[in-house]
């Protein structure tokens, strides 16, 4: 099984981890809630749509979401899955990954400003400071596995997972699990740092920051938004799943369920925590920087 | 050889000719310009020759106490001398605009006369090797863009500005004197330098003396007052250039003194570090375009020192890969930076040319009056902000790189700094880039703006695409600064350059993957609009009936959730007044984030000097005959003392 | 076994860090009281199979009722019976209080990599974890304003010194680790009820505010 497999299930499955997080959070709520498959159709319906320009945008606000989907493609190609090399992995390749991530959200962002709206504004606004916080975090977090390793590329680090991994290094793995997993939750935008179901502007950062952008434009943003959840979530169980001790079939399989897991327990918190205050926020990210350093600090020893 | 000597007696002459040139400004501005372009053209051949690893020496005798005029071109002067020549040459045609357009204004012969002096000082100060003739060309250099600095000395603001710059720089070369008087107690040729201090001692004399033109916090403080009183050509060179020659001088000096200690790699880093958090942080508070861009100045050289820390590092603990790749990540910084920062000063020229304000604040929506500056400052801001596939990003890829591959705790300080100053950097230009050229303007005063002209518009359309280049580049020229390398760190660097190019290509190849999808995916959308109804609306508010441009989200509230979070470093000031009553009048919100070290350094330290040395004033009474008395007095104590 | 050991040790540094960033007195004190119950592992895990006997176990088992149960009773207790804001107001703001966090995780392992001490049958990880607490509490006390957390900080400092004892020289008697552990009962002790009816006379537990009870100030007023 090639890299590609993963690049593939990416790029396809995509989609999938919001509509399961919807499931769960209806589950959890007694109600029934929309199908599986609700974004793909979703997805299908914006790509037929015309599209609403506002008089004030030039031409990087029809630039951000095409930008920003191929960085994430381009970034779905560097993170490895089920226990095969990356299509796109060399030395140091997470750097390169932090950077598409940088590059997505500079578009994004620009793309917010462009409306000239104070809703907006205040979106992109906060996304800079949530952003400026989660990237030690991540690049740490990952400093720290490459430390434990040995590996300096993502395939290299999450490839070579196995028990034996594990049971050598617990601690650090396990806090560098945490640490990602919430710079997950804040990269993605879900609770508790940002909530993606609040219809009131002033409480949200990602979704207040695409309020302008309607059919093939919000079609794509939307699909990077899944894209970026895939990728930043495959970290999280790569680095969780020992796959290395398992058949290349099993591996992907089992890293297709983490996947699923992963999103199940993000429905689970979604039901059961509050959105942090907008103050708090900041220290939930420092924390996971903390955790993260703690992590270097015991691969030092 | 030959060219470089030409080029330098050109810059002399134009320079001087236009000072002489009172009469016509027209002639006067085209004599400057054109001399120091043609000059700086000529200068990069001898430049990318020396690069490849020629040595060209040229010597005469001086009859100057221990000096000698000699200068040669190496590896890292010539490394050094390219970004030089090629941002000076395109500030000059850039000056060349911006000076000529403004009729009825004073002569541009003196700014003229001073910038090709500086250039010409910068010059002599990457080629000497002679410590008396270093020391006079980095006084020509900073004496001459401190005239620059003080250029339109009828502004207040202008003048205590060009003051700061002209006490710190002496303070620093007061440093760089004593340097050399230890370093070369026998000859003042760099060749025959035998140290009479210790290696330590010395390092952090050049690490005060250079730091300060480089601009390390807490002597960075001349920088966000100089670089925004300067006019926007010579900020872009003082910015682009000047302050390397600080990393230039910091580089000469390190091949002087043999191995490295730990501590000298820890304090880089902790300097860098402390630095460039501090910078990155007020660059984000500022409301001063201009401003903001001369701290992120001091970010960048910090993120060089931050490099050359994680080289230093690795060459004493023996991991000669991890201190090749950090000092090639400096390097190449260097040239990022001077490109990059060159742009981005530039188009801030232009800004301040169309609009005459640089408050960011009161502008906003120039990017559909100024297509081309708002375009080419987006790339500086993206390429200096370290996105891929801008030379940016390659360099502070290579520090971090190198970074990992040591397990130390000193790597980890490099990287958590790198880490957070990256995010932060993002943060700062997107909302540089947002406030002044995305939305729509804020203030009346905007409309109407323009881009600039040609000769303005050309130097701009240049540096851009150059960033794209010298990123995309990068696999090849890494392994082509192995000659610079080798001179640092005196060992093979070849085999760890080529090495690093590897990861290098890679990421290149993505990066081609990315536009190319970018084109796939631009086009598939056309593809998909086409024929279906594009409306056009106002954009939506939320319901709100009446929305005004004045609503929009500003570049101080942009900043705000960052800066009331680092509060307590920033110590921004609000001064607000409330509306008050049943029928507010006109009410005023205003923020301030003064510079922290000046004013909890500096200042009270300067005015406790001047409060001891007031005492002094009891001898400055103005009665002639006593002056005569004491000066008597001391000779003839001197004579006793001398003859007994 | 050395990675449970890590585990357990990693988890007592949480504890004391999440103690620095939390806002809430309920949360301080659960931290202590889960960091207590933490702790009672740690003997019986460092004594290795040779030592795993019955004193272990009394160690471990008197760790649990005394740090893990009785000091968060009284402390709660305290809380509850005294008017104290349960959000409290420090000198140093949580962030900073995070990072000062790390910055003492910093020296801690700087230190322990210097100090020339014989390698007991720990886990290099033992020595930093132990340095880290004590710095950690006693940035506590020197931070915070309130009575309480001050002795929250002290119980933290003391924990750090446990490990160390436990870790470094688990050949000492054990009657020594079971002296400290009844003197701290007994400051906790006349600390808990002290706070307890100075928070029913004075309202308050401001330790900034205490010092107005001094009689010079007062005559200078």
């Known amino acids: ?301 | 050889m030959t060219l470089l000597l030409v080029a330098l007696g050109l810059l002399v002459a134009s320079g001087t000719a236009a000072l002489l040139c009172r009469r016509s400004p027209r002639a006067a501005n085209l004599i400057g310009a054109g001399g120091a372009a043609a000059a700086c053209a000529l200068g990069l051949i001898p430049a990318v020759v020396g690069l490849g690893g020629g040595e060209a020496k040229f010597d005469l005798a001086w009859p100057v106490p221990g000096g000698s005029l000699s200068l040669a071109i190496d590896p890292l002067t010539a490394f050094f001398l390219l970004p030089l020549f090629a941002l000076c040459g395109l500030a000059a045609v850039y000056g060349a605009g911006y000076l000529g357009g403004r009729p009825g204004r004073r002569s541009p012969g003196a700014p003229w006369f001073f910038f090709n002096w500086l250039v010409a000082g910068m010059v002599v100060v990457v080629t000497a090797r002679n410590a008396v003739l270093f020391l006079l060309a980095w006084e020509v250099m900073s004496l001459a863009s401190y005239f620059l600095v003080t250029h339109e000395d009828e502004r207040p603001e202008v003048r205590e500005a060009g003051w700061t710059y002209l006490v710190a720089t002496h303070f620093g070369n007061a440093c760089l004197i004593a340097l050399f008087a230890l370093l070369g107690p026998r000859s003042l040729d760099f060749a025959d330098f035998a140290p009479a201090a210790p290696a330590g001692l010395l390092f952090v004399l050049a690490l005060i003396g250079f730091g300060t033109k480089a601009g390390f916090v807490p002597l960075h403080v001349w920088l966000p007052e100089a670089h925004p009183a300067a006019p926007s050509h010579v900020s872009a060179v003082m910015s682009g250039v000047m302050i390397k020659m600080g990393i230039y001088g910091l580089l000469r000096t390190l091949t002087w003194l043999g191995p490295p200690p730990l501590w000298w790699g820890g304090l880089l880093i902790g300097i860098g570090a402390a630095s460039g958090l501090f910078a990155v942080l007020f660059a984000l508070a500022q409301g001063d375009l201009k401003r903001l861009l001369a701290y992120s100045s001091v970010e960048n050289t910090s993120i060089i020192a931050l490099g050359l820390g994680v080289g230093l590092v690795g060459l004493h603990t023996g991991t000669p890969g991890v201190a090749i790749l950090g000092f090639a990540g400096a390097l190449l910084h260097v040239w990022t930076h001077a490109l990059g920062k060159g742009l981005l000063f530039l188009g801030a020229g232009a800004v301040l040319h169309a609009t005459g304000t640089r408050e960011m604040d009161r502008l906003g929506g120039l990017s559909r009056s100024m297509p081309l500056t708002s375009a080419t400052f987006l790339v500086g801001a993206a390429a200096v902000a370290g996105l891929p596939p801008l030379s940016g990003f390659f360099s502070e890829f290579l520090i971090l790189y190198g970074a990992v591959q040591h397990a130390g705790l000193h790597s980890l300080a490099a990287m958590v700094a790198l880490a957070l100053m990256s995010g932060l950097a993002a943060a700062v230009f997107v909302r540089a880039f947002g406030s002044v050229f995305l939305g729509a303007a804020r203030d009346g005063t905007v409309r109407g703006a323009h881009d600039p002209g040609a000769a303005m518009r050309a130097p701009l359309a240049i540096l851009a695409p150059a960033l794209l280049v010298l990123g995309l580049a990068t696999p090849v020229l890494v392994p082509a600064l192995a000659p610079v390398v080798e001179q640092l760190v005196s060992l093979p660097a070849q085999r760890d350059l080529d090495a690093a190019s590897a990861p290098l290509a890679v990421v290149v190849l993505g990066s081609v993957v990315l536009m190319a999808l970018v084109a796939l995916i631009a086009g598939g959308r056309r593809l998909l609009l086409a024929g279906r109804t594009v409306g056009s609306a106002v954009t939506w508010d939320c319901g709100y009936a009446h929305p005004t441009a004045r609503m929009q989200y500003t570049a101080s509230s942009f900043a705000q959730p960052l800066t009331a979070l680092f509060g307590p470093v920033l110590r921004t000031r609000e001064t607000a007044d409330a509306p008050r009553g049943l029928f507010p009048d006109a009410v005023s919100f205003a923020t301030r984030t003064p510079d922290a070290v000046r004013e909890r350094v500096w200042r009270p330290l300067f005015a406790h000097v001047s409060g001891a040395l007031h005492a002094m004033h009891r001898l400055q009474h103005g009665r002639l005959h006593l002056y005569v008395i004491s000066i008597a007095l001391t000779l003839v104590v001197l004579l006793l003392w001398r003859l007994s | 076994m050395n990675s449970w050991i890590d585990a357990v040790l990693v988890l007592i540094t949480l504890t004391s860090l999440v103690l620095l960033g939390a806002s809430r007195l309920g949360t301080s004190i659960r931290m202590v009281a889960l960091q207590g119950v933490l702790l009672s592992p740690l003997p019986l895990l460092l004594a290795g199979p040779s030592g795993f006997g019955p004193r272990a176990a009394m160690l471990a088992v008197a760790t649990v009722l005394i740090k893990g149960l009785g000091f968060p009773w009284l402390m709660a207790r305290a809380v509850r019976g005294g008017s104290q804001r349960r959000e409290m107001d420090p000198r140093v703001g949580y962030n900073a209080s995070l990072l000062a966090g790390v910055l003492l995780m910093v020296v801690a392992f700087l230190l322990s990599s210097r100090l020339p001490l014989p390698p007991g049958e720990g886990t290099p990880l033992v020595l930093p974890v132990a340095l880290f607490n004590i710095l950690a509490g006693m940035f506590v006390i020197a931070s915070r304003r309130q009575a309480i957390t001050q002795v929250l900080g002290y119980l933290v400092m003391e924990n750090g010194i446990y490990v160390f004892g436990v870790g470094i020289a688990s050949h000492q008697p054990l009657l020594v680790e079971l002296g400290i552990l009844l003197d701290v009962f007994a400051a906790v002790f006349v600390m808990g009820i002290v706070i307890f009816h100075m928070g029913r006379e004075l309202d308050h537990t401001d330790t900034d505010r205490l010092t107005l009870l001094n009689d010079w100030q007062k005559e200078k007023e």
């Open chain 1, 1 to 301: 099984m090639s890299g590609y497999a993963g690049l593939f299930a990416a790029l396809v499955l995509a989609p999938l981890l919001p509509g399961v997080i919807n499931r769960t959070k209806s589950f959890f709520a007694g109600r029934r809630g929309p199908p599986l498959l609700q974004p793909y159709f979703d997805l299908a319906k914006l790509l037929r749509k015309g599209a609403v320009y506002s008089t004030t945008t030039t031409w990087l606000f029809r630039a951000g979401p095409v930008v920003g989907l191929a960085a994430m493609i381009v970034a779905s190609a560097l993170a490895p899955f089920g226990g095969v090399s990356a299509p796109l992995a060399f030395a140091g390749d997470f750097l390169f990954f932090a950077g598409l991530l940088g590059v997505t959200r500079f578009v994004t962002m620009l793309a917010a400003l462009d409306t000239g709206s104070s809703f907006e504004g205040m979106g992109a606004s906060r996304e800079a400071q949530f952003a400026a916080l989660a990237e030690p975090a991540f690049l740490l977090g990952l400093t720290a596995v490459a430390w434990k390793t040995g590996g300096l590329s993502l395939s290299g680090m999450l490839g070579t997972n196995s028990f034996a991994t594990w049971s050598g290094a617990t601690a650090p793995l396990a806090l560098v699990c945490v640490s990602l997993l919430v710079v997950f939750l804040a990269e993605n935008a879900r609770i508790p740092v940002d909530d993606p179901n609040t219809h009131l502007e002033l409480t949200m950062f990602h979704e207040v920051m695409v309020l302008d952008h309607g059919g093939p434009d919000l079609a794509l943003i939307q699909y990077a938004a899944a894209l970026k959840m895939w990728v930043l979530g495959s970290l999280v169980v790569g680095i969780a799943l020992p796959v290395r001790s398992l058949a290349h079939g099993w591996a992907f399989a089992a890293s297709v369920a983490g996947m699923l897991v992963l999103c199940v327990i993000v429905g689970v918190v979604e039901s059961c925590l509050a959105r942090l205050r907008l103050t708090r926020v900041p220290q939930l990210l420092l924390g996971a920087g903390v955790l993260s350093l703690l992590a270097l600090f015991i691969g030092l020893k």
